[in-house]
C-alpha cells in the first residue's frame, strides 16, 4: 500500500479542523473541485489548514456552483514547520513562483526575500508568494505552511538569524572545492544545527556585502560546481544538497 493517498484532491483551509466540521467552500475552490477535478458529492477530499493536522472530508454539493466540505476523520497529525531557513534575492515573477514553489518541496520552512545591492526588483507581491507557498504544500502533501516574513535588507536579514545557525553562502566566487564535503566539515550530520541558506541575485553580491557575509560566524561558503546557474536553478541545487547531506534527506 502507498503510504500517501495522491487520488483524493487536497486543499488548505484557514478554518479549524476536527470531526463532524462543516467548512463552506469559497467560489473558487467549489470551481476546482466541481467542475475542473468533476467531483462528485461523497467524493473524499483532504484539507489541512498548517495547525490541525490533515483530515478526510466528503463532498457535499449545496447548489449548481457551490459546495461544503463534512469533516470526517483526522488521516495524519500535525508536524512541525522545518527549521531550515531559505534566504534570497527576489526575482522577477514567473521565476519567483518557481523558487518559491521549489523551495517548499525541498522542505524550506522560512521563505525569506533579501533585498541586496543588485536585486532585480524590490517589490515583492507578498501575497503571491504566500499563495505559491500554500499550492506546493498542497500538491506536495505538506502538512505546515512555511513562514513567508516580509523582504529585509541583507544586513537585517543576517542579524535575524540566531548565532548557532549554520549559514550555507552560495558565492561563486569560492574555491571550487567538494560541497558535500564541506558540509560534512562544517557540521555533524549525525546532529545537524539550525541551517540556513542564502542565495544572492544574479548579479552576485558586491564585495561589501560578500564581506559582510563572510563576517558573521557559523557562515559556510560553497560553490555549486563550474556552471553558472541562474538563481531558481540554483535554489534547488543548493536545497538538494543541503538536505541531502545535514537535512532530513539524508
Same mark, same amino acid.
Given at each position: 500500500m502507498p503510504a500517501y493517498d495522491f487520488t483524493a484532491p487536497r486543499?488548505?483551509?484557514?478554518?479549524?479542523?476536527?470531526?463532524?466540521?462543516?467548512?463552506? *467552500?469559497? /467560489?473558487?475552490?467549489?470551481?476546482?473541485?466541481?467542475?475542473?477535478?468533476?467531483?462528485?458529492?461523497?467524493d473524499p477530499v483532504l484539507v489541512f489548514n498548517g495547525r490541525d493536522?490533515?483530515?478526510?472530508?466528503?463532498? &457535499?454539493?449545496?447548489?449548481? +456552483?457551490?459546495?461544503?466540505?463534512?469533516?470526517?476523520?483526522?488521516?495524519?497529525?500535525?508536524?512541525?514547520?522545518?527549521?531550515?531557513?531559505?534566504?534570497?534575492?527576489?526575482? +522577477?515573477?514567473?521565476?519567483?513562483?518557481? *523558487?518559491?514553489? +521549489?523551495?517548499?518541496?525541498?522542505?524550506?520552512?522560512?521563505?525569506?526575500?533579501?533585498?541586496?545591492?543588485?536585486?532585480?526588483?524590490?517589490? &515583492?507581491?507578498?501575497?503571491?508568494?504566500?499563495?505559491?507557498?500554500?499550492?506546493?504544500?498542497?500538491?506536495?502533501?505538506?502538512?505546515?505552511?512555511?513562514?513567508?516574513?516580509?523582504?529585509?535588507?541583507?544586513?537585517?536579514?543576517?542579524?535575524?538569524?540566531?548565532?548557532?545557525?549554520? %549559514?550555507?553562502?552560495?558565492?561563486? =566566487?569560492?574555491?571550487?572545492?567538494?560541497?558535500?564535503?564541506?558540509?560534512?566539515?562544517?557540521? =555533524?550530520?549525525?546532529?545537524?544545527?539550525?541551517?540556513?541558506? %542564502?542565495?544572492?541575485?544574479?548579479?552576485?553580491?558586491?564585495?561589501?556585502?560578500?564581506?559582510?557575509?563572510?563576517? /558573521?560566524?557559523?557562515? *559556510?561558503?560553497?560553490?555549486?560546481?563550474?556552471?553558472?546557474?541562474?538563481?531558481?536553478?540554483?535554489?534547488?541545487?543548493?536545497?538538494?544538497?543541503?538536505?541531502?547531506?545535514?537535512?532530513?534527506?539524508?
Amino acid at each position: 500500500m502507498p503510504a500517501y493517498d495522491f487520488t483524493a484532491p487536497r486543499l488548505f483551509v484557514a478554518a479549524d479542523l476536527a470531526a463532524g466540521v462543516n467548512l463552506p *467552500l469559497d /467560489r473558487a475552490q467549489a470551481n476546482y473541485l466541481l467542475n475542473v477535478l468533476r467531483k462528485g458529492p461523497d467524493d473524499p477530499v483532504l484539507v489541512f489548514n498548517g495547525r490541525d493536522g490533515e483530515w478526510r472530508a466528503r463532498l &457535499v454539493q449545496t447548489g449548481r +456552483k457551490s459546495a461544503d466540505l463534512q469533516v470526517a476523520e483526522r488521516m495524519r497529525v500535525q508536524t512541525p514547520r522545518p527549521d531550515l531557513h531559505y534566504l534570497f534575492a527576489p526575482l +522577477k515573477s514567473a521565476r519567483l513562483d518557481y *523558487l518559491a514553489q +521549489k523551495a517548499v518541496e525541498m522542505g524550506a520552512g522560512t521563505i525569506r526575500p533579501v533585498i541586496t545591492r543588485f536585486t532585480q526588483g524590490e517589490r &515583492v507581491n507578498m501575497e503571491r508568494l504566500r499563495a505559491n507557498a500554500v499550492e506546493a504544500a498542497e500538491q506536495c502533501g505538506i502538512l505546515a505552511i512555511p513562514d513567508c516574513p516580509e523582504p529585509e535588507r541583507l544586513p537585517r536579514a543576517l542579524g535575524s538569524l540566531t548565532a548557532e545557525r549554520v %549559514l550555507v553562502f552560495c558565492d561563486e =566566487d569560492a574555491p571550487v572545492r567538494d560541497p558535500v564535503r564541506a558540509l560534512r566539515e562544517a557540521a =555533524d550530520p549525525s546532529a545537524p544545527p539550525p541551517l540556513a541558506v %542564502l542565495v544572492g541575485p544574479e548579479g552576485g553580491f558586491s564585495e561589501e556585502e560578500r564581506a559582510l557575509i563572510r563576517a /558573521r560566524p557559523n557562515t *559556510l561558503a560553497i560553490s555549486l560546481g563550474p556552471r553558472i546557474l541562474r538563481a531558481d536553478t540554483a535554489a534547488v541545487a543548493v536545497l538538494a544538497l543541503v538536505q541531502a547531506v545535514l537535512g532530513d534527506g539524508r
